[in-house]
């Protein structure tokens, strides 16, 4: 008896060793087979997905083979790993172990969208609307409306989001993306305002964030912006108008057709500048860091007046005979290679932009400009 057990240990011993060996080399190939791929390929992993049906939807593809080995040394070895949503980049020659890598790593692919400065809220929804990795569940929703689904109604929605390049990955819906776009921007906001020069004219951060907004819209010159907004903030101190350009066209909304006339300086809207006193009633567009700051830190000195020179930049006038022989120089006759805007900083030699009818802001001499 003692001889039969002893065979039977050594027998069991044996076909166990057989076994966990035959169940190592399976694991094992089934970690390095190739994935069955021609050419890159994303794997969507929606929310709730796991590792258990995600291996059977490859293996019912015919992605991979083995399922089971691989649910088995996931359960084994991963047990506490999530699994990340989002889409995975699976390429020709990856096996089924580097697949796994990036699921423990959760390498998802991310995308991008860039807010621009300058733009105003029908951009950014836009913007939105066209990218088609991002959820979306604001279409036919008003902008109030909108403001509301965020967590802030009765907020008025020009200027609240911060222009950055947003990553993100699949299944980030519109929704949340503004949201982290204005968090940032009050973040942004809360710490400028900390930092503020306490002689500015503004009696909380959304009259900063206005006028930065108008600082934005009026030069894309970094070295100007305090220039421009010390020139607003002396006309405010004065009871001067602002008379700035882009205000009026904001509040000409779509009507604009890319042409300001005289009529249009003298509609009264309540973001005519030309008609208001001091800063219209909200911002007209996003703002950047830079004109926060220029706006809570305007540069101080005499200049009441300014006009676009054509290259991007302007020049700064003390007194009325100064700004108007500034028109005469600079948009009573403009050159061939007029720009409103800097010259792309990759490009040394633009192409000339087609000349432009300047605004009769800009030409006509006035007792204010």
């Known amino acids: 008896m003692k001889r039969k057990f002893l065979l039977l240990l050594e027998t069991g011993l044996v076909l166990a060793g057989l076994m966990l060996g035959a169940g190592a080399w399976k694991l094992n190939a089934a970690l390095e087979?190739?994935?069955n791929l021609t050419q890159e390929q994303l794997l969507d992993v929606p929310a709730g997905a796991t590792p258990t049906g995600t291996f059977n939807r490859l293996e019912a593809d015919d992605t991979l083979s083995d399922?089971?080995?691989?649910?088995?040394?996931?359960?084994f070895n991963l047990a506490g790993q999530p699994l990340h949503s989002g889409e995975y980049r699976m390429t020709p020659g990856m096996t089924?172990?580097?697949?796994?890598?990036?699921?423990?790593r959760g390498e998802v692919v991310q995308y991008s969208l860039t807010l621009v400065e300058g733009w105003n809220f029908r951009q950014v929804r836009s913007a939105l609307a066209r990218h088609e990795k991002i959820e979306q569940t604001l279409d036919g929703l008003s902008d109030s409306e909108v403001m509301t689904k965020l967590g802030h109604p009765g907020e008025f929605p020009e200027g609240r989001f911060f222009p950055d390049t947003y990553r993100f990955v699949r299944g980030m819906s519109d929704a949340q993306l503004l949201e982290k776009a204005y968090d940032r921007l009050h973040k942004v906001l809360a710490e400028e305002w900390e930092q503020r020069d306490p002689a500015v004219p503004y009696t909380d951060p959304y009259q900063a964030l206005t006028m930065a907004s108008l600082v934005e819209k009026e030069t894309g010159v970094p070295h100007e912006r305090g220039q421009i907004a010390g020139v607003f903030?002396?006309?405010?101190k004065i009871g001067m108008p602002l008379q700035t350009d882009p205000t009026v066209i904001y509040g000409l909304g779509e009507r604009y057709n890319g042409k300001l006339t005289r009529a249009h300086l003298r509609e009264p809207t309540p973001y005519n500048t030309y008609t208001i006193p001091g800063l219209p009633p909200t911002p007209i567009a996003m703002v950047g860091r830079e004109a926060i700051h220029a706006a809570l830190h305007p540069v101080s000195g005499s200049s009441l007046y300014f006009v676009a020179k054509g290259d991007g930049s302007h020049t700064f006038s003390d007194d009325l005979d100064a700004h108007n022989?500034?028109?005469r120089e600079f948009q009573i006759k403009r050159r061939a290679d007029y720009r409103s805007s800097p010259a792309p900083a990759s490009d040394a030699t633009p192409p000339a932009e087609p000349a432009v009818e300047p605004s009769p802001a800009e030409t006509e001499p006035k007792g204010e400009q």
């Open 33 to 35: 087979q190739p994935l």
């Open 67 to 75: 399922a089971f080995w691989l649910r088995l040394y996931w359960r």
């Open 96 to 104: 089924a172990s580097d697949l796994i890598g990036l699921w423990q």
């Open 233 to 236: 903030v002396r006309r405010m």
């Open 325 to 327: 022989n500034a028109v």
